[in-house]
């Protein structure tokens, strides 16, 4: 096969424009430019499209049910949650499920970045830096972005949940 302008391109693959430009930078199409009157030009190779192509037309299918012992659980968690088919009230569970685990990480390292703490504590990045500036929450510049300790971070909140100050006597 010949190879294909940028329009062909497109045709033959059945997308748009913007779509195209996004497999190039995707890298997942290559792309050669020429020289022509009217400047650089975009030529695609027409048997990379065609592999392409069948690629993206190949039907994936993951197993409903897998047999004890053939794969891992990660792995069957992982179909599980990939199957379109599954429940709405399963995909929240699982996501629960993730983020109480993505907790349990956070609360193991010394150090949390901005977004480490925001997804710790349910506070905003922005609030955080203000309570940083304002030398409410103990932290310290580290390269481009903010470290903070777990510690710190809990003896903030604790003492935004101070009840006692507030208790009629």
């Not at 037309?57 to 891992?72: E, L, N």
């Not at 569970?93 to 703490?117: D, F, H, Y």
């Not at 409410?136 to 809990?154: E, H, S, Y």
């Amino acid at each position: 096969m010949a190879d294909l302008n940028k329009k062909q391109a497109q045709e033959f693959l059945g997308i748009s424009d913007r779509t195209l430009e996004r497999y190039v930078k995707e890298r997942k199409i290559s792309v050669k430019y020429i020289n022509t009157n009217k400047g650089k030009s975009p030529i695609f190779d027409s048997d990379e499209l065609e592999r392409f192509k069948l690629e993206k037309q190949a039907v994936t299918h993951s197993p409903a049910i897998v047999k004890q012992g053939t794969t891992s659980p990660e792995t069957v968690l992982t179909e599980f949650v990939a199957n379109p088919e599954i429940s709405a009230a399963a995909q929240i569970c699982l996501e629960v499920v993730a983020r109480s685990q993505l907790i349990n990480v956070l609360r193991q390292k010394m150090l949390l970045n901005l977004g480490e703490s925001s997804a710790l504590s349910g506070l905003s990045k922005s609030w955080l830096v203000g309570e940083i500036k304002k030398g409410r929450l103990k932290a310290k510049k580290l390269g481009n972005g903010w470290k903070i300790r777990v510690t710190d971070l809990q003896v903030y909140i604790d003492s935004q949940f101070d009840l006692s100050a507030e208790l009629p006597q």
